[in-house]
């Protein structure tokens, strides 16, 4: 059937028509109206080509705006590639007390076209410990890049401003003060975001494996108060139960069922001096002097 169609439709199978070489969306709109198991009538099949030729603007309009999205992206693209490749970054490792990004951003402005300027606040707890001691509560930073459009503009900067004092006005507060300007070769603005984005992970991981120390100690402290509570609970019931035993045996009167002690013998001995014998023979001789 779909031979028929398009054979009707003015299609050669075996040529390179044009219709052939639209794009994956033409063949689809293609299959999904012609291509069928049914059978059509003239009628059926004549609209179904109407329909076909109405949607050949649209889908070639379709086409021809992708092409021109693709080209216009690749074009932007390397656009910005090559303004990548232009651009120049440098390092300010000292930033003056309190100096703000605008006021930096028009001391380097002087040199060139400043694109981008990122300054790293100060530590927290050094903050904290100035305002406690009654000092300044505005903002400083420690360090700071500023992204210059050209190369040329960003070594200049650095030639002109590294070791030196800023300048201008004298009535200026940072007359006198001394900026260390570094130009970062090969270095490009992508390298720190890559690098702040590594140094956040690293500070969220240590945060992580902080919380689940302090967590895993909680709950060790938790299971040891738990373990003391039940150790002191059954030595509680031991001393009760010992309490009451101890009662029990005064109330009830005592059996003395203990063994007297045991005397101990010794065996005699005989005397056999003449003494003794001696003694003895005379006692016999009263006795018997008395009695005869």
Do not use: C
């Amino acid at each position: 059937m779909s031979s028929k169609a398009d054979e009707l439709l003015g299609i050669d199978n075996n040529s390179d028509d044009e219709f052939m070489r639209t794009d994956d969306i033409e063949e689809t709109k293609k299959v999904q109206l012609l291509d069928s198991d049914d059978d059509y009538s003239d009628e059926e099949i004549e609209r179904i080509k109407q329909q076909y030729e109405a949607l050949k603007p649209q889908l070639r309009l379709e086409e021809s705006l992708a092409l021109d999205d693709s080209k216009s992206l690749a074009e932007e693209s390397e656009k910005v590639r090559k303004k990548i490749a232009k651009s120049g970054i440098v390092y300010i490792s000292r930033i003056p007390p309190y100096m703000k990004p605008t006021k930096l951003r028009h001391i380097l402005s002087r040199f060139g076209e400043v694109d981008r300027i990122y300054l790293a606040p100060e530590d927290p707890k050094a903050y904290k410990a100035r305002v406690k001691n009654g000092g300044n509560k505005k903002k400083s930073y420690s360090e700071g890049w500023a992204e210059f459009t050209r190369k040329k503009d960003a070594k200049t900067a650095a030639l002109a401003l590294n070791g030196n004092i800023i300048g201008g006005k004298k009535s200026s507060f940072y007359h006198d003060d001394i900026l260390n300007v570094k130009y970062l070769h090969k270095f490009k603005w992508h390298h720190l975001t890559e690098q702040t984005a590594y140094e956040a992970r690293v500070r969220q991981a240590r945060l992580r494996s902080e919380v689940a120390q302090a967590t895993k100690l909680n709950k060790t402290f938790i299971a040891n108060v738990e373990k003391a509570k039940e150790v002191e609970a059954i030595k509680k019931k031991k001393r009760a139960r010992e309490n009451n035993n101890d009662s029990d045996e005064k109330d009830e009167p005592r059996m003395d069922t203990s063994e007297p002690p045991a005397k101990r013998q010794f065996t005699q001995k005989t005397v056999t001096t003449s003494e003794a014998k001696s003694s003895t023979i005379d006692k016999i001789k009263s006795v018997l002097g008395r009695i005869f």
